[in-house]
């Protein structure tokens, strides 16, 4: 009976991966989103993304359990009292395993899962969490604001009571790492796309979407059995959606990059197997103003590779968007920040170098 | 070329006598056969709670749940798991759909702790595919055997409970056991946000300490998991077949014994002429073990298929036995792993090597010139005879000290292991004295003969009468128990059920429908309501009985001790009545006090009374119906005993069932719940009355082949007295009459070992295993009978050789002279 | 074929160490016969056991053609005997479950040996041939003798050592035992030393030793000779 638990184990998490495929890792609208047999429906019985929808908070902060897929995702680049680098990242997804949301307690078909992950040059550390949504195990609340699993935590402290996402504390712990980070946002909530509605890939492909890219962080985090004083800068994404990827979508990049002199950028791109890839991107002054790059005005491409978890992976990139006067190359903190969770990806903090340099955090998935 | 004919010429024996090699075969075969076959339902049934326990359990896991025991709330779920705790929780409970009552099994497969819980539930594509209880509709997992007894097939929707379910077929669940989503059990167990327990892996990290900070007291870290209860209880039952296999399995190796040590003193001549010959002694002994390996072969392989063939005739017994006296959910189906096939060969290897060792180390030392005798080893023997005693003597006496003082089932089984050791041991001393005693008695010449001729030809008799003896005296023991036990619990059954009819309302709204509606059925004179809730006492599951203070109770309930006034306290909420087994479990006699739990704070009793309650894995306490009602509120309510004039009860009987607001009420009436209480009983000893049958046959089989071999033997020792002028007729009467005699005096040995067994087994054994002690009852008329069953197969054994002696052509008793040697 | 040098042997007794042989030498060529008398207890059968390597002498060697018999642990010198030496005893000690062909050849067989034409012509010879299918009980005294014989010859041994080959037979079957047995010995050219009380059987052989007290006894096989 035992000797087989190795394996077995493996099976079920296989399968966790299976039905929270869609939620997992995703920018987009989650790989193999077809869900797991038997448990996903077509997107169409999903609440659809339509343009012109006005996003209103804190309502929006809340779930949004007609969508299929939704999430709470922070990553922070912190520096510690000797500078080094060092990140952190903390994500809540929610699935949901049918179009109606189910129903109370048990009968809910919401599925939570959480992932934390602690960086540094010479460490990189992952765990998740997995709960039934209905019984209080995980989820998110508005007023206070509290997004959590097990005894990870995304809320509003205690001292700053109200709905809005202005101050946060972030909270998860492992074996191998734990952070406690106070985030301050130094600016507004950005809309990307076209006031929230962020359109994916041409095929219709879509989510809503807005960003918190402003936050100061500080705080303490531990890893490699050090606990240290941290503070640097984090950003918060949130996401919601019901498409999933097209079969020839093979995998996406994701940067989040904010520079020294304020400014922030969002990239992301969709890799296709055959034509061209998608791409969508916001430019953010440091005031706050938001524009959202064209499809020919950012150029993405992989100028370093490595060899992680067994996949050749493009760690080292050159961005450019002439439009802004930004040219960039990008080198990972540790190239080897691989999640080896059921849903594995590559997320990490990334350096900025050139003319407007920074820090920032890569995802990477499909390779 | 040596090792191949020397081989050769040593298996050319067995050629030539083939009733020596079926002995030894037999022998083996038999050992082997009976060991294994209780070996296999061990596993079987071992397998069985396994599969239940590892469940949700085993090893890899470790549980949470209220001490006390009982259901909580799933909030505290919620607690734990966000104060960091890796739990799930699990809801147990027993549910009836349809005909049947169902082990539901809750869990919650996205928390489940991976490698050890849903681990066991099989090995394809187990349930550790959340998919499968998560899908729409929900699932239930049950083994295909389960699944059929429900009335639906794998991946079929089927109704259960007012919900739509998907089975799902998965070998290596536990019989009986539906395995669902949590919600599911929930519902099915109409118990919403409950949870039974909470598991976590072993290794979770945390400090267990930290459990009662976070839930308020309520929740604790559990030392082994709750079926561990029913793994110690079901031991003893264990332990109980195990020891008659290993009995069974020593008679058979005094078969294999007799048959390799006399094959060994006849081909002593053979063993010097192949030295003589040119076969180094190192040869020879090779020669001699591969001789032996290829008999435990054969023997071994004979012996498990035999085996099998018992163990699946009386599997459904056995599983019957443990379903009904434990609870326990065993399968009455054998799936029989490798490590069965090779640990029953290894025995057999073992056990060959046991019975023949002695001979081959002989062969390997045996020096090449010493003069062949063939008959040596019927010579007096008086030496060993003597040695034996002696450690006979000091078995006996370590048996009677381990009597006095030892504690435990281990030590009980010890005292047995000794007492039989040493009485077999004895045997042939005993045997030996008792025949010398007659020789020095005899006048007449041929009865002097026969007298000392019976004491010489004890040698080779004597293994094979000690395994009669065994075999008797077990058969007496075991016997004298069981039909004790029966006898006692028939008694106890006629006080306990004093109420004509027994009636189950479930559910608390059809009860409280029943309890309005029984004064009025025809022919009542008293409705006995009672309660029960579980508690833990001690850790112990306990079964909290309120009974109604009534004169049914004080007039019939059977007590064992009492205090004087003990049914006033036990009314006023004061005193509480102790099962045996839970007095002896809790070490509390009259007058203690012991805490129950109670809604609001502890509930002291007193112990006003101790009751026999045979067969009750769980402890039972019996208390005031009021005051039970009072403090513990959540207690269930639901069976009742019904007092009717005996020629009503069919009535009332029918009155029930007709009325339609009784929809659902189940009642039976005193007669068929002995029966099934009494039925319930016979298939538990089922077994061992097999067992026992087969011991005896076992023993029958010894004495048949030692008679066999000895009779070609005796000739040289018949002929002087056939010259002497007694002819073959009257030979033949004193030789059987020879055999009778021992037999006999072994069935009256046997006697009073089979007294002390059924004392050891009643007293001790019983009361370690079980916790009830039983009055003990010897029964003569079985033990006549028994000796009667000997005295036949020693006829049986016997009548073989004795018919070929009176037929022996007188040629064959002259060439003895011819051939002085 | 055989040499015997000083050969000495005692046995422990509760009565202190008992010498049964005292240093005696003896040499037997191939194709010759000896015959070993003396009384009860004058050291013949043992000799013969020493010579056969069923025992270790205390001193002395003995020789089976090149090859020493003494010296060697227990599977030496049975590989030894099986190899080159045919046994005879008095009371024939055959195989009981053996039957008379297997009985024959069995010695050869263990040697690695069977030659079937010797083995056939043995048994035409030994006059066995209708009795190869028996059991030894079922053979008379003289003819158990004789399927002893004929397996002591079967694998063609350098040397026969024959204990009272003629002890448990009555006079008319010994003396046709006797001519077979010298025959035989004498066609295959082995070497024959044959322990004796018989004086009959003894002035048959080519060659006599009388021992006396474990010693030889000189002046007795002066008064026989």
């Not at chain 1, 209080?136 to 007023?143: F, L």
Request: aromatic share 6%; charged share 20%; hydrophobic share 50%.
């Amino acid at each position: 009976m035992r000797r087989s638990s190795g394996r077995r184990a493996f099976t079920r998490r296989a399968a966790l991966a299976g039905l929270l495929a869609s939620a997992g890792a995703a920018r987009a609208q989650g790989v193999g989103g077809e869900g797991f047999a038997g448990l996903g429906s077509a997107a169409d019985d999903y609440a659809p993304v339509v343009p012109g929808h006005r996003l209103v908070f804190p309502r929006d902060h809340a779930p949004h359990p007609a969508f299929r897929i939704e999430w709470w995702y922070v990553t922070a680049a912190l520096r510690d009292a000797s500078g080094a680098l060092c990140g952190a990242q903390w994500t809540l997804f929610r699935n949901a395993l049918s179009p109606d949301g189910g129903g109370e307690g048990w009968d809910s078909a919401q599925l939570w899962m959480g992932h934390a992950a602690a960086t540094s040059a010479t460490a990189h550390v992952a765990a998740e969490r997995f709960a039934r949504g209905g019984v209080g195990q995980a989820g998110v609340k508005p007023d206070p604001f509290e997004a959590w699993i097990d005894d990870w935590r995304l809320a509003r402290p205690d001292d700053a009571p109200g709905p809005g996402l202005e101050r946060l504390r972030m909270t998860a712990r492992d074996q191998g790492f734990a952070f406690d980070l106070a985030l301050d946002a130094q600016g507004p909530l950005i809309m990307h796309g076209d006031d929230g509605f962020s359109r994916k890939a041409e095929r219709g492909q879509a989510s809503y979407y807005y960003s918190q890219p402003f936050y100061a962080a500080e705080g303490r985090l531990r890893i490699e059995g050090v606990e240290r004083a941290v503070s640097g800068h984090a950003w918060l994404d949130r996401e919601w959606s019901s498409q999933p990827l097209d079969p020839d979508q093979t995998g996406w990049d994701w940067f989040s990059l904010t520079l020294e002199d304020g400014a922030r950028v969002m990239l992301y791109r969709i890799r296709h197997r055959e034509g061209r890839d998608s791409f969508t991107g916001t430019w953010i002054a440091p005031d706050g103003a938001a524009r959202t790059l064209g499809r020919d005005e950012a150029d993405l491409a992989p100028t370093g590779w490595e060899t992680v978890a067994g996949r050749e992976t493009p760690v080292r990139w050159r961005l450019s968007i002439p439009s802004e006067g930004f040219e960039a190359e990008t080198r990972p903190l540790n190239a080897q920040a691989w999640n080896a969770l059921t849903v594995a990806y590559w997320e990490g903090p990334v350096r900025v170098e050139g003319p407007r340099s920074g820090v920032g955090y890569l995802e990477m998935t499909g390779y | 070329m040596t090792f191949r004919w020397t081989l050769a010429a040593l298996l050319s024996h067995w050629r030539r006598r083939p009733g020596q090699a079926a002995a030894l075969l037999a022998g083996l075969a038999l050992a082997t056969a009976l060991w294994s076959a209780v070996q296999a339902l061990n596993l079987a049934a071992r397998d069985s709670y396994d599969r239940a326990a590892a469940l949700l359990g085993g090893a890899a896991t470790v549980s949470i749940a209220r001490p006390e025991g009982g259901d909580f709330d799933q909030a505290l779920f919620v607690t734990l798991r966000r104060a960091g705790w890796p739990v799930s929780p699990v809801l147990e409970g027993r549910a009836r759909l349809g005909e049947r009552t169902w082990r539901i099994v809750g869990v919650e497969p996205v928390t489940l702790p991976p490698g050890a819980a849903l681990a066991s539930l099989g090995e394809d594509a187990g349930p550790d595919d959340p998919a499968a209880l998560l899908g729409r509709p929900r699932g239930a997992l049950a083994t295909p055997e389960t699944l059929e007894a429900v009335g639906a097939g794998d991946g079929e929707a089927f109704e259960a409970g007012g919900l739509t379910l998907r089975a799902a077929a998965r070998d290596g669940l536990a019989p009986a056991t539906l395995v669902v989503d949590i919600g599911v059990a929930q519902r099915l167990l109409d118990a919403p946000g409950a949870v039974s327990r909470l598991v976590a892996p072993a290794r979770h990290g945390r400090d267990p300490s930290e459990l009662a900070a976070l839930t308020g007291g309520r929740l604790a870290q559990l030392e082994a998991s709750p079926d561990g209860d029913l793994a110690r209880l079901t031991d003893s039952f264990h332990l109980n077949l195990t020891a008659f296999g290993l009995l069974a399995f020593v008679v058979g190796l005094f078969i294999a014994h007799a048959a390799v040590g006399l094959a060994f003193e006849q081909r002593l001549a053979m063993l010097r002429t192949l030295r003589a010959c040119g076969v180094p002694a190192r040869t020879a002994a090779l020669a001699l073990l591969a001789e032996l390996a290829c008999f435990a072969l054969a023997g071994g392989l004979a012996g498990m298929a035999l085996g099998y063939l018992v163990a699946a005739l009386l599997a459904p017994d056995v599983a019957a036995s443990l379903r009904g006296l434990y609870g326990a959910p065993a399968s009455g189906e054998l799936a029989l792993a490798p490590a069965w096939w090779l640990s029953g060969l290894g025995m057999t290897f073992a056990g060959a090597m046991l019975a023949a060792g002695s001979g081959i180390w002989r062969a390997a030392n045996l020096p090449a010139l010493a003069p062949a005798q063939p008959l040596a080893w019927l010579a007096g023997h008086e030496r060993r005879i003597r040695a034996q005693a002696f450690a006979a003597t000091g078995l006996l006496m370590l048996s009677a000290m381990i009597a006095r003082s030892g504690e435990g089932l281990v030590a009980a089984f010890a005292m047995l292991a000794c007492l039989l050791l040493g009485a077999a041991l004895a045997t042939p001393a005993l045997l030996s004295a008792g025949l010398a005693f007659g020789a020095a008695r005899a006048r007449r010449p041929l009865a002097r003969w026969l007298w000392a001729d019976a004491r010489a030809g004890l040698g080779g008799l004597s293994l094979a009468l000690t395994a009669l003896m065994l075999a008797l005296a077990t058969n007496i023991g075991v016997g004298s128990m069981v039909t004790g036990f029966r006898d006692t619990f028939t008694g106890w059954l006629d006080q306990r059920l004093a109420a004509e009819i027994y009636v189950r309302a479930p559910g608390e709204d059809r009860a409280r429908a029943f309890e309005a509606a029984a004064p009025a059925l025809p022919g009542v004179s008293a409705v006995l309501p009672t309660r029960t809730a579980e508690i833990r006492l001690a850790g112990l599951p306990v079964e909290l009985l309120g009974l109604r203070d009534h004169a049914t109770y004080r007039a019939r309930w059977p007590l064992l001790e009492q205090e004087a006034e003990a049914w006033d306290a036990v009314a006023a909420g004061e005193g509480a009545l102790l099962s045996e087994q839970l007095a002896r479990r809790l070490r509390v006699g009259l007058g203690d006090v012991v805490t129950a739990p109670g809604a609001e704070g502890p509930w002291p009793l007193r112990v006003v009374g101790l009751h026999p309650d045979y067969g009750n894995p769980k402890g039972q306490m019996v208390v005031g119906l009021d005051p039970l009602m009072e403090r513990l509120p959540q207690a269930e309510r639901g069976a009742f005993g019904l007092r009717v004039a005996p020629e009503r009860i069919e009535a009332t009987m029918s009155a029930i069932t007709a009325d339609p607001a009784l929809a659902g009420v189940e009642a039976i009436d005193q007669a068929a719940v002995k029966r099934l209480s009494l039925g319930l009983f016979d298939q538990t000893f089922a077994v061992t009355g097999a067992l026992n049958a087969l011991t005896l046959g076992v023993a029958g089989v010894a004495l048949l082949a030692s008679l066999a071999t000895l009779s070609a033997m005796r000739l040289p020792q018949l002929a002087p007295v056939w010259a002497m002028g007694v002819t073959r007729r009257r030979l033949a009467l004193l030789e059987f009459g020879r055999t009778m005699a021992l037999a006999a005096a072994v069935a009256v040995l046997a006697v009073p070992l089979g007294a002390a067994l059924a004392w050891a087994l009643v007293e001790v054994v019983n009361v370690q295993a079980f916790g009830w002690r039983l009055p003990l009852h010897l029964y003569p008329g079985q033990w006549a009978l028994l000796a009667a069953l000997a005295l036949g197969v020693a006829a049986l054994a016997a009548a073989g050789p004795v018919l070929r002696l009176a037929r022996t052509p007188p040629a064959r008793l002259l060439a003895v002279f011819a051939q002085e040697r | 074929m055989l040499r015997v040098e000083t050969l000495s042997k005692s046995y422990a007794t509760p009565q202190g160490p008992a010498t049964v042989l005292d240093g005696v030498s003896l040499e037997v060529g191939a194709g010759r016969t000896l015959a070993l008398m003396g009384e009860s207890g004058s050291g013949k059968s043992t000799l013969l056991h020493l010579v056969a390597g069923l025992d270790a002498p205390d001193e002395g060697r003995v020789f089976v053609g090149d090859a020493e018999m003494t010296g060697r642990d227990d599977a030496g010198r049975a590989a030894l005997r099986r190899e080159r030496v045919g046994l005879v005893f008095q009371q024939f000690n055959l195989v009981a479950s053996l039957t008379v062909a297997d009985n024959l050849a069995f010695q050869a067989r263990l040697a690695g040996r069977e030659d079937g034409v010797w083995t056939a012509r043995l048994t035409e010879r030994l006059g066995l041939a209708a009795l190869t299918g028996r059991y030894p009980e079922q053979l008379s005294g003289g003819q158990q003798q004789r399927v002893a014989i004929g397996r002591a010859l079967a694998l063609r041994p350098a040397l026969v050592l024959a204990d009272e080959p003629t002890g448990a037979l009555d006079e008319t079957t010994a003396e046709t035992v006797m001519t077979l047995m010298l025959e035989l010995v004498a066609e295959t050219g082995c070497a024959l030393l044959m322990a004796t009380h018989s004086a009959r059987c003894a002035a048959r052989l080519g060659e006599r030793l009388v021992l006396r007290g474990g010693r030889v006894d000189a002046a007795a096989m002066r008064a026989a000779e």
